[in-house]
């Protein structure tokens, strides 16, 4: 992905984004608009991840993204496995 997605940002590209986040555990409609939920959702990844935390999609982020949804992780496992573990709601 060389296009950088943020709120606004409208097309295939955010739809493929919002299906890997849908497939991590999020529950957001990938609709190919990304909007305050697409932000959030990303906000929370980046926060869970502990990457720095703007909301964006850029190279790093969609690397995440995609690498976690290949390997299977998800968010409603982790919180039976005892995260976050902070108090943090995501």
């Given amino acids: 992905m060389s296009e950088v997605l943020r709120k606004g940002s409208k097309g295939e590209s955010v739809r493929e984004v919002q299906e890997h986040l849908q497939q991590l555990g ?9 909007g305050d939920i697409t932000h959030n959702v990303v906000i929370a990844v980046q926060v869970i991840f502990g ?5 964006v999609v850029g190279p790093a982020t969609h690397k ?12 409603e496992r982790a919180r ?11």
Avoid: C
């Fill in 26 to 34: 999020f529950s957001l409609e990938a609709d190919g608009h990304y």
């Fill in 51 to 55: 990457y720095d935390v703007d909301g």
């Fill in 64 to 75: 995440l993204i995609v690498k976690q949804s290949e390997l299977g992780w998800n968010l």
């Fill in 80 to 90: 039976q496995h005892g995260y976050p573990h902070t108090g943090a709601q995501v």
